[in-house]
């Protein structure tokens, strides 16, 4: 069982930068593969970054591709999400999650998720 809490979210100008924070629960920690996703008002929730138990592999959304860096730390049992130069369109809850099967874009594959952490980005 993993348990996962964000935070660091918060309000920020266009441009600006804002580094969110998922740390979890249990000592098994550095054998989940981790994601962050997002979704905003009446969307479906998108896929944001991903990163491998060891951190050596990482993906990313095309959205957010060279704005974003996801690392984690197993010493920790924490992930993050560094987001520069934040766009009005980067507005919605972030949800970080864990999974088993590797790290990927699809939300099926990971079994634990956060109750997220709201980015909002003004214009």
């Known amino acids: 069982q993993v348990q996962l809490v964000e935070s660091g979210g918060g309000l920020v100008q266009a441009g600006g930068s804002l580094r969110l924070s998922c740390a979890a629960s249990g000592r098994t920690f550095s054998m989940y593969a981790m994601g962050w996703f997002r979704q905003a008002p009446g969307n479906e929730r998108e896929f944001v970054a991903a990163?491998?138990?060891?951190?050596?592999?990482?993906y990313y959304a095309d959205s957010v591709k060279g704005r974003f860096t996801i690392s984690r730390d197993n010493t920790k049992n924490t992930v993050y999400l560094q987001m520069n130069s934040l766009k009005p369109e980067d507005t919605a809850v972030y949800y970080c999650a864990a999974g088993q099967r590797g790290p990927t874009w699809s939300p099926k594959s990971y079994d634990y998720w956060g109750q997220g952490t709201q980015v909002t980005v003004s214009s």
């Open positions: 990163i491998s138990w060891s951190g050596g592999t990482t």
